[in-house]
């Protein structure tokens, strides 16, 4: 063991560790949830810090062989296991203090090693005075939590364009297989399978337009305010050259500093945008996923429509049972989603005069949803949405039988005595056609042209 110093006192911290006394006091005080702040959190922190400390050495407050021991300390550490060296449970003290000092720590730690020094001595490189400098919690901890979630959700904006295309495929493929529409749950008007999956298709378009417009707020950053946002100990020009190397680091060329920095320190809001676009998508995936259970319920006692790919037995007890159960985990992840983004909108409201507090729990919710959302839309395409099949002649069926082909007749026939044929249809269980035959309502002709189900699933 080793002994480390604080402002309360005195610790015996384990000799080899990377973090210090107040990383070791934290973990003390919040065994709550056994689960570790989001790796992306924690990569982004290391990359912020080596930019402060190039930052710094720019603008002349730091020695180049401090900057370089923080800068090596960071690159040494992205190359390890660095993971094992973040104690601090998810749910920490507010505004992300022991989060930030964890970094400090480990960072200045490993620094000391490489310039030769020893673990928790500090003589060359300290956790506040060096690898702090220039920076408080209070404008590190939103900058990391917007930089990790922005760099997060790119690769769910692929997953979506990925699944975009997926529905667009299928689509496709079901260009000509005609069913019944339905409204109310009840028989509506004919309609393609694929104008049904080409509808999805388009609402993922609009999700993927409105989570794009969630992350222009994330990309707005707030350091260089330091503690209230008036920049005190800041030196000039850090905020500049920090920002290049932020941009370097996280290839992207639209990054900047917020214009008003006490508000970046006040407000949340481009968290709570960014979860919003979350939950909207999240909703109208629930829909969708409904609607795919829906269409595939069955396969002899439900509407049967497509076939999902089978992905494992459906029950314990029930031989050869088939659940939808990609499905039922999405609209589970969904559902998660839908209660993070709850959470946060209280988190977002709690923030008192200069600083919202409540950083950590927005940024795990955050970065929980977006991760969980990427990997189920990934699952979700490749094991269903890729293998759904049509039951083209049960939609075929399905748009014969349908009373509400009766609609396309108004115009010839009159309101009223089309509403006549359709309760005569539900009736005697003959089809509208069938009765307009009998009747002599109309020609041969005018039935192929008016009752064709091709032409009237086709926009005019």
Known sequence: MRIEKDGLGELSIPED??????SFRASKNFPISGTQVHPELIKTFLLLKRACAVANEKAQVLDNEKSTAIQDAVDKLLGEDYLKHFIVDAYQAGAGTSQNMNANEVIANKANVLLGGGLGTYDHIHPNDHVNMSQSTNDTYPTAMRLATLNLSKQLVLELQRLSHAFKDKAQEFDLVIKSGRTHLQDAVPIRLGQEFGAYETTIDHLIEILIYSQDYLRELGLGGSAVGTGINVPHGFRD?????????????????????CSAMQSQLPMMVFSNALRVIALELT??????????????NGLGEINLPSTQPGSSIMPGKVNPSILEMANQVFYKVLGNDQAMAYAIQAGQLELNVMMPVMAQLALESTHILTNTLKTLRELCINDIEANVEVCAKYAAQTSQIVTALNPVIGYA???????????TKKTVIELVREQGLLSEDQIKDLLDPK??????
């Open 17 to 22: 560790v990377y973090y210090g006394i107040q």
């Open 241 to 261: 050259y920090a920002l290049i190397e932020l941009q370097e680091y996280f290839e992207d060329e639209d990054l900047h500093m917020a214009e008003n920095m």
């Open 287 to 300: 829909r969708i996923c409904n609607d795919l259970r829906l269409l595939s319920s069955g396969p002899a």
């Open 417 to 427: 005595k089309a509403a006549e044929l359709t309760k005569e249809s539900l009736r």
């Open 455 to 460: 032409k009237l699933t086709v926009p005019h």
